[in-house]
Each structure stands twice: as C-alpha cells, then as structure tokens.
C-alpha cells in the first residue's frame, strides 16, 4: 500500500536551534516528494518538493529536505528554528496509482519552536 | 496573483440538513482537487477534476457527496444529507501539470460541523 509515516505528533526545539521534522514513504515507481505548512487558521502553504535530481532540496523560509532513497525517507531541516516557524507540517507523496496526480499525506507534525 | 478560495470557511449543520461547499482555483489551473482532514487524521484525497471532467473520484467516501465543476472554473462539492462522521475540514487545491511542476497550491479550507 502506498503511505506516508510522519512518526512524531510533535517536536520541541528552542529558537535557534537545528530542526528536523521526520517522514518515511512507501510508492511505488519513483517518488514525487512535497512538504507542506500549515499555520493556525491558514490553508496548507508548499514548502519545497523532490522530483528529480540533487538529494538535497532547498524550500522556502531557509527551510531544505533530504530524499534518502534507500530509507525511504524525506525528513524536514532547518539550520535554525524561529518562534514563527511554530506550526503544523504535513509531508506528502504523489500517489502513482492511476492517471492522476492526487497527494497521499502524512498525519501532520506539529513544530513548536520555544522562545 | 489571487490564490485558492474556498466558501465558506465555517459551517455549522444539523445531521440530514444539505451543505453546499464552493471553491475557486487559480486562474488557468486545469487541475482542481478536493481533500479532507478528519479529526485530526491525514489529508485524504476526494476527487479531481481535469477543467469540467472528473478524473478520479475514487476518494469520495459515498453517494451523499457530488462534485461539479462547470465551466471548468470554480468547484461545488455538496453533502446530501449530512451525517456526524461527515465533519472535518476540506480543502481544494489546484494545480498546473506537468507545466507547473507537480505542486498543488490549497485553499484556506472549510471547516464543517455536523451536529
């Protein structure tokens, strides 16, 4: 079946500090890869995507990701939280059964950055 | 550039009454598709409609629910009659594929209640 694990509900980490925001993927074929944020009574905001190319995938707001195709993984980093980082982040996968391009999404990762 | 709106943000409803949800994708976007977050759970894909045409419904949870999209503009997506377990937030998201790169851009979503 095809999946997105976000194992952690929520992470603390204090301003200033490194982040990292954890998600795993089972697809078959080659992964289209997206994160997303949510902030408190907004709609979802895209972040950054893996299609192809450079493992290593720079998004908007400082945040970048890392594609690990052997641990299926596609974990969210930032080198130093804000408090304005604080919000609720869903990783996502393009599912590549059928003619479409719908999303399968993770359960979401709320981020709280302390101050 | 306007982005994704979604009509209305909130709706309360009593059990068996019709609600009504509208969406308006970003101008020129042929991809238009509906999710739901649950109870906090994962974003679940409904359906996607190409301009007029429904490429994939195979996410409606059962004939209660119908999607139009005339014109291949803006969206409805109506529950008839509404049941509890129908609450939860929905979202629309429209995309430009492959030309605009995969992402799909979300509205702010509408949160329904079913009491």
């Known amino acids: 079946a095809q999946s997105v694990a976000q194992p952690e509900d929520q992470v603390n980490v204090a301003e200033g500090n490194p982040l990292t925001v954890k998600c795993t993927y089972s697809v078959s074929g080659n992964p289209y890869l997206f994160w997303y944020v949510q902030y408190p009574n907004r709609g979802l905001q895209f972040l950054l995507k893996?299609?192809?190319?450079?493992?290593l995938v720079k998004g908007s707001y400082g945040f970048e990701a890392e594609f690990n195709k052997s641990q299926t993984s596609f974990h969210l980093k930032k080198p130093s939280a804000l408090v304005s980082d604080s919000a609720l982040y869903f990783c996502?996968?393009?599912?590549?059964?059928?003619?479409?391009?719908?999303?399968?999404f993770g359960t979401g990762t709320l981020l709280a950055v302390q101050p | 550039e306007a982005g994704v709106t979604q009509f209305p943000s909130h709706s309360v409803i009593e059990k068996g009454q019709t609600v009504t949800l509208r969406c308006d994708p970003i101008?020129?976007?042929?991809?238009l598709y509906w999710y739901r977050r649950v109870m906090g759970k994962e974003i679940k894909f409904l359906l996607h409609f190409v301009k007029e045409s429904k490429q994939d419904e195979s996410g409606m949870p059962n004939n209660r629910f119908l999607a139009e999209r005339t014109g291949g503009t803006y969206s409805t997506l109506k529950v008839q009659p509404a049941e509890l377990e129908d609450s939860g937030v929905y979202f629309c998201?429209?995309?430009?594929?492959?030309?605009?790169?995969?992402?799909?851009?979300f509205g702010p979503g509408t949160r329904l209640t079913v009491l």
């Open positions: 996502a996968v393009r599912d590549t059964r059928g003619a479409t391009n719908k999303l399968i």
């Open positions: 998201a429209s995309s430009q594929e492959p030309a605009g790169g995969y992402e799909q851009f």
């Open positions: 101008s020129g976007h042929d991809n």
């Open positions: 893996y299609i192809t190319g450079d493992n």
